[in-house]
């Protein structure tokens, strides 16, 4: 159990467009997403956590407006990186915790990479 | 701030031998942690949670907590080649924070 999706798995644009990932939750619902960042080389940066049928809550320093996410449902999420550019190349992973673990582990996607041409 | 801490390594370590990686953190109000394993261009895989004092065994993978010190270690015995690759140390709030992370690097 505890399966997270994303797609696409990797992902090329020229600059200025805009892309969208999906994040899934396969076997459970999931209240909340989590949206990470990771640049080569470097720590997990959380971006922002993604809550059902509500306003995403973004972390200081993340343009609420640049990323946009979406949770539609209980087990979608979406991150929209509008007028990407080359800046926002990076490896983009959701995360998300089952309901009924005790602890709130947090399942993680497989990732998305993203490369801004 | 909440802090969790490790070193950054890499920590190398010959095949069949222990590695162990540390991880203290700061709020001594935590009451579980995790330890993520991240091979390169991959995403995190949770493979350890412990909550309680002591030592917890999964196969040869052992996480030991000490509350009182406010450290939580992880133990990989008879390590591979493919056990290369960076833990994290993670404790849970609202969110995650993790730690920095430890290269390890397991050679034949």
């Known amino acids: 159990g505890a399966v997270v999706s994303q797609h696409p798995s990797w992902v090329i644009c020229k600059s200025g467009t805009s892309v969208k990932i999906e994040c899934r939750s396969l076997?459970?619902?999931?209240?909340?997403m989590f949206w990470y960042r990771q640049f080569p080389k470097q720590s997990l940066m959380l971006m922002a956590t993604?809550?059902?049928?509500?306003?995403?809550?973004?972390e200081q320093g993340v343009e609420k407006d640049k990323f946009l996410i979406n949770h539609a449902s209980l087990t979608l999420s979406t991150l929209t990186v509008t007028s990407a550019h080359p800046e926002d190349s990076s490896f983009y992973i959701c995360?998300?915790?089952?309901?009924?673990?005790?602890?709130?582990?947090?399942?993680f996607g497989p990732g998305t990479r993203l490369t801004v041409l | 701030q909440k802090e969790v801490e490790q070193n950054s390594g890499p920590l190398s370590v010959p095949e069949g031998a222990i590695a162990s990686l540390n991880c203290t953190y700061s709020d001594r109000g935590s009451q579980s942690f995790f330890w993520y394993r991240q091979y390169s261009g991959k995403s995190p895989e949770l493979i350890m949670s412990?909550?309680?004092?002591g030592d917890k065994e999964d196969g040869r993978f052992t996480a030991q907590l000490n509350k009182a010190s406010q450290y939580v270690s992880l133990l990989i015995r008879d390590s591979q080649p493919s056990d290369s690759a960076t833990y994290l140390c993670?404790?849970?709030?609202?969110?995650?924070?993790f730690g920095t992370g430890t290269r390890l690097q397991v050679f034949p």
């Open positions: 076997d459970f619902q999931a209240t909340t």
């Open positions: 993604s809550n059902e049928g509500s306003k995403a809550t973004y």
């Open positions: 995360s998300a915790s089952p309901p009924g673990v005790l602890y709130n582990e947090q399942f």
């Open positions: 412990i909550y309680s004092n």
């Open positions: 993670a404790v849970p709030t609202d969110k995650l924070i």
